[in-house]
């Protein structure tokens, strides 16, 4: 896992510095195709106050095929629930490849076969970075959930990331888990 950090320095997240001890991980997905870790950096390093973007968001990484970019010190404060889930959680996005388009939060056109190489690198990709937060926070598996799980919890907005892609890969959040806790026992 190549580890790259580039803090987003103009977002108003990052300007209002505030500190969490993170107690848990959410993992997001970007719901973007083709857009990759290294170019979110310039999408999201602009500030609501002064109009230079529509939306107040702000997350601690994303992750392709090949890297991680980290936007904000890990325990820094994001903006990517959409409730208390901000107070507690670390963040990551995994960024959605392209050749496919969405009407609502439905994926149109996404044929799994033809992504399944690149959704298992980076799901490797995801697995090695929750194992990388559960060794500096002192977290397990079950402290990592997916935005709909938090939205089922009521601490988090209405957003169907990851679980609108995982199942066509024949995977699921408690697979993930599975996974992380796994590679938790070997590393
Ligand atoms: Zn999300």
Known sequence: MKLYTNY??????????KKITPTGIMVHSTATPGVMAKDWFNLWNRSYEK????????????????????????????????GPVNNTHISFEICEPSGFTYIGNEMVGYVPSQ????????WENSVELCVYF????????????????GYEMSIASNHMDVM????????????????????LTII
Request: proline share 2%; glycine share 8%.
């Open 164 to 183: 609108h892609w995982f199942p066509k890969h024949g995977e699921s959040m408690d697979s993930f888990r599975v996974a992380v806790g796994k590679a």
């Open 51 to 82: 109009g230079e973007t529509d939306r107040e968001v702000c997350v601690h990484a994303f992750l392709d095929d090949k890297e991680v970019w980290q936007y904000l010190p890990w325990d820094h404060r994001g903006w990517h629930g959409g």
């Open 8 to 17: 987003l320095t103009e977002n108003d997240c990052y300007k209002a510095n």
């Open 134 to 149: 559960c060794k500096l926070y002192g977290l397990t598996e079950k402290d990592i959930i997916t935005h709909c799980e």
């Open 115 to 122: 992504h399944e190489e690149y959704f298992r690198k980076v």
